[in-house]
């Protein structure tokens, strides 16, 4: 009988330990104009996704050395069925900027916010604020979060980066209801063979600081890819949403080595001129380092993450994996 209680006991136990909820899958859309394609609507449809994080501006410094937004998102086409959160992208220069106003900056972008809503008949409950501060700019950041918490009444949300959650000390954290762990964009874009989107080794650094990091986090994973235009040793540009599945077939380029591309004559592809001897240098992030991610992460995090949010929705980068490739990320929490 005692055994039979302790089994009992036991598996109550196992099942209490892994009762969390599977976090939800949502998406980035990081495009200056809204409209789904066939492949991206199937996408959100077979992983049940019922948010997506839009971007809604950039905030920039213009000449007169204020700030005024960059490049608003136009929608082509209404929002159905998703849960929208607008995000917003604050350059730090703009926080470095000596006469910010930080309420006046708050306040316009919330009125924008409201704007871009109101024309589009859109309604939202969460804003999300993207910003890399930095030590100098944290003091204006920080406190700009507040008035912004303050003003907009909503739930709000903040990028962080690696360095800002190892040094959250130093670096502070915002005052938000919860942060999104970038977990991308780990090294500098160089010529060498090193991928600057993601490296396990340079990760691996970062992950034992989650275990005290106190602001609860929700996770960003990348499945994006870059071409890194290498001319005589030296970078000379970075070619986003590249597919380089068609460099393959270009006669004009030759592989070397592991997605090295070598120009074999001058050339145009997509706009841009290709000296001969140019090398394209692709960076990318395979289905099986989205699954090391997921299981390095869920080992180091001190609460489970809501949500994991795939940076981001496009058809070039959709068509780079397998369709169950974002239910096996979530799947390891």
Not at 13 to 28: D, G, M, Q, R, T
Not at 275 to 289: H, S
């Amino acid at each position: 009988m005692k055994k039979i209680l302790f089994a009992v006991l036991a598996l109550c136990f196992l099942v209490s330990c892994n009762s969390h909820k599977e976090p939800e899958i949502a998406f980035y859309y990081w495009k200056t104009v809204f409209k789904l394609s066939p492949g991206e609507r199937e996408v959100l449809k077979e992983n049940d996704v019922k948010k997506i994080y839009i971007r809604y501006f950039d905030v920039d410094i213009d000449k007169n050395n204020q700030p005024f937004p960059l490049a608003p998102i136009h929608f082509k086409e209404k929002i159905n069925a998703l849960t929208v959160v607008p995000v917003v992208y604050i350059k730090n220069k703009v926080m470095l900027n000596q006469s910010l106003d930080v309420a006046l900056l708050a306040r316009k972008i919330f009125d924008f916010v409201n704007k871009i809503n109101a024309t589009n008949q859109i309604s939202c409950h969460e804003i999300q604020i993207d910003c890399d501060w930095t030590l100098e700019s944290k003091d204006k950041y920080m406190k700009f979060i507040e008035v912004f918490k303050s003003i907009s009444r909503k739930k709000l949300s903040a990028t962080i980066r690696l360095h800002q959650i190892k040094y959250f000390n130093k670096a502070k954290i915002p005052a938000v209801d919860c942060g999104v762990l970038m977990y991308y964009n780990m090294g500098k874009i160089a010529p060498d063979s090193l991928n600057s989107i993601y490296d396990r080794k340079i990760a691996s650094k970062y992950l034992p600081s989650l275990e005290k990091y106190p602001l609860k986090l929700n996770l960003a994973l990348p499945i994006y890819s870059w071409a890194v235009h290498i001319r005589d040793q030296k970078v000379i540009g970075l070619k986003p949403k590249i597919d380089y599945k068609s460099l393959e077939k270009d006669t004009n380029f030759t592989a070397k080595m592991n997605l090295f591309f070598v120009a074999n004559n001058s050339n145009y592809k997509g706009g841009t001129f290709y000296k001969r001897n140019d090398v394209l240098k692709i960076e990318r992030v395979t289905a099986q380092q989205i699954k090391d991610m997921s299981a390095d992460l869920e080992s180091h995090m001190n609460t489970y993450p809501e949500e994991i949010i795939f940076y981001d929705l496009d058809e070039i980068n959709l068509s780079h994996y397998e369709k169950n490739i974002f239910k096996q990320a979530v799947a390891r929490f």
